[in-house]
């Protein structure tokens, strides 16, 4: 080839735009097999076409979608604002007044951000600064009594009651427990406002919503959806609009519809045997130890917002009544505080333990799907056994636990 041609051939190559690749998605439904494939659109009513032979799912069947080879990201480490329902999303606030707040949100690495408005009634705790540990229960935030309080970036607390944010975000007033009257504390001086916990409340819709995880690791409720071939349009629980790339969805999960999370759900019994006089009880969306549920498969770490946190030996029993189809989950070993530990997991329905490949000698190295039939049973048992260490870090994760009709 004559040097120019060689020179005009590495200059197309350099020059011409990468291909975008369309993501591929795993959709759930009330449907036994799981439909895999490109997302053609999703409508306001979560009915959702996919590329191909793949077909179509109604809205009322639908119960989550997947971003395939994906794992679920961990939940945002930036200035964010949590949600008393778990929501959390990045962004720098930029006012607000008595009623709500607005936030520039963030909602993905090459998203321009996107102006939302929050009440101010359905949030627990809104970050000035990246948060230090969880972001929803700090360890500064007095439970047991019903105040407001401030977290100064001295690390001073101050309690008392939230009165206003500024409209520019810059100030907000405050009045501690004691004043007569309120003063104003500028934001540089603040690191984090936690909200009276027993006022906190996020209004939900009377038919079902989505929660969606995108790729940054916000997890925002939304009413309502569209999608076309490469574009997501949302509307919050709250009525705010936001359009981001379809490639930054990474899970969109149905509350409200045709599944049922165990953790929330109160099992008919629980029994929790100590180990050398130490018990750890079941904790619900959260694991044993308080923390975020992470698992690891075969692609990655998972960070987890539905599941249950259960150390050995733990027996849970839920009430089915016959009414659901299948009870699905994926459980393992936390990444964090499992490393070290080794369960056996057994699940009965109705007393009969069912038949599933690799729960014995559960580890952290790998997670395992269980997908059984609950059709017309009366009851589900879980149980987590010791492994061959005892009860050493036996924190299994079962996330995603849910029962399907």
């Known amino acids: 080839m004559n040097s120019w041609l060689l020179s005009l051939a590495l200059l197309v190559s350099v020059v011409q735009p990468a291909i975008a690749i369309e993501p591929t998605f795993v959709v759930s439904s009330t449907e036994t097999a ?7 659109s999703v409508d306001a009513d979560f009915a959702v076409v996919l590329a ?8 009322a069947d639908l119960v989550s979608i997947r971003r395939a080879e994906q794992p679920l990201p961990a939940r945002p480490t930036d200035e964010q604002i949590v949600l008393a329902n778990g ?3 990045p962004g720098h606030l930029v006012g607000g007044d008595g009623l709500s707040v607005r936030i520039a949100a963030k909602l993905g690495e090459n998203v321009k951000p996107v102006l939302l408005g929050l009440p101010l009634t359905s949030i627990a705790v809104v970050w000035l600064v990246p948060p230090t540990g969880d972001a ?9 009594k019903k105040q407001d309080a401030l977290l100064l970036r001295n690390g001073d607390v101050v309690r008392g009651t939230l009165e206003e944010i500024g409209m520019d975000g810059e100030s907000l007033r405050f009045k501690v427990i004691g004043d007569t009257a309120a003063k104003p504390y500028l934001r540089n001086v603040v690191s984090a406002v936690a909200l009276d916990p027993s006022l906190a409340r996020v209004r939900l819709p009377k038919g079902a919503f989505a929660k969606l995880v995108l790729a940054n690791g916000s997890r925002i409720s939304v009413k309502s959806v569209t999608v076309d071939a490469t574009t997501m349009s949302a509307v919050t629980l709250s009525g705010a609009k936001f359009t981001v790339p379809l490639a930054e969805l990474i899970a969109l999960d149905i509350f409200q519809g045709k599944a049922v999370y165990l953790s929330d759900l109160k099992p008919k019994k629980s029994a929790i045997e100590a180990y050398n006089g130490v018990s750890w009880p079941w904790l619900a969306d959260l694991s044993v130890k308080g923390n975020p ?4 498969g075969k692609h990655g770490e998972s960070t987890h917002d539905k599941g249950l946190g259960v150390h050995s030996r733990t027996t849970l029993v839920y009430d089915l009544d016959g009414k659901y189809r299948r009870f699905e989950s994926v459980v393992g070993l936390d990444t964090l ?3 070290r530990g080794a369960v056996d997991i057994k699940v009965f329905v109705d007393g009969k333990e069912m038949t599933i490949d690799g729960l014995t000698g559960l580890t952290s190295a ?7 039939d609950v059709s017309k049973a009366k009851e589900l048992t879980l149980v987590v056994d010791y492994g061959s260490g005892g009860d050493l ?13």
């Open 366 to 372: 790998n997670s395992q799907s269980i997908n059984i």
């Open 293 to 296: 549920l992470r698992i690891t």
């Open 337 to 339: 505080t499992g490393k």
């Open 34 to 40: 799981l439909k895999v494939g490109r997302i053609v």
């Open 393 to 405: 870090q036996d924190d299994a994760n079962f996330v995603d636990a849910r029962l399907v009709e």
């Open 87 to 89: 929501d959390r999303v």
């Open 136 to 144: 929803v229960t700090p360890s500064w935030r007095d439970h047991n």
């Open 52 to 59: 191909g032979d793949s077909g179509r799912v109604a809205g």
